[in-house]
């Protein structure tokens, strides 16, 4: 508790959380990967995933107000099979996030994020699956997709799995931003409440910490959104993928004791 309440880690925490806002508000997402992955590289992962959850509420609540009325009840109805099916994989998630062992879970998350960057990179050519149309907008496909992503962003912080599916639903890019914000500030606002009844908030001087960090988390957030339309996707991706690849390679390496 003494590392977390130094000023050299509350310096870096709030630097973390202002970098990823910016990262977030500039792609429509980021945050919760880039925030989680590197505040894991400096504390225990499990208290990353704790201390990020309300810095992510206060992150996607501000990009929620970017959709219109009519746009938050169109998507509440195309994409709700896919958000009340991640909320209960994510409470599943969060049960067993405390029995996770700390080494083989910055490899896995070190892993899960190289496999995202993978699969969003365009230099080199990847086997692709096709969307299949219409049938992934069914309720089958989203309850498949939701209950899975949701137990490992429960437990991980990672929803790149969500991200990529809603990726793939023809969204414009605003409209994608808002979107992906209104599941996750869904997903985060029952995570609040779930961490509190299971205990993960060791104390209520995290829970103050985490608190405080939603200021730096709105104000990167309105850095990104002030940037987006000035910056190409060509370069949103480079910086988004470029920052993800070092997150993931140094998790990795330091799984396994390299770094």
Partial sequence: MTVLLSVEF?????????????????????FAVVGTMALATVVDPAMAVVLMIIPMVAANAMLVGELSADELRTCGRRFGPLVASALVGTVVGMIVLDALPDRPLRIGLGLITLGFVASQQRAVLLPHIGTG?????????????????????????????????????????????????????GINVLRVGAAGVLDLYPSLTVVGISV??????????????????????PVRR????????????????????IA
């Fill in 133 to 185: 149309g219409s049938t992934l907008d069914g309720r089958p496909a989203q309850i498949a997709v939701g209950s899975v992503s949701g137990v490992l962003f429960g437990a991980t912080n990672v929803g790149v799995q969500l991200v990529a599916y809603l990726r793939s639903r023809d969204l414009s890019h605003g409209l994608f931003v808002g979107v992906v914000a209104l599941v996750f500030l």
């Fill in 238 to 257: 480079r910086v988004v993928l470029g920052l993800l690849t070092v997150i993931g390679l140094r998790l990795v390496l330091g799984g396994l004791g």
């Fill in 10 to 30: 509350l310096g870096l925490f709030a630097l973390i959380v202002v970098v990823s806002g910016a990262v977030n508000g500039l792609s429509g997402f980021g």
């Fill in 212 to 233: 405080l960090a939603s200021v730096p988390a709105v104000g990167g957030v309105a850095i990104g959104s002030r940037l987006r339309s000035r910056v190409t996707t």
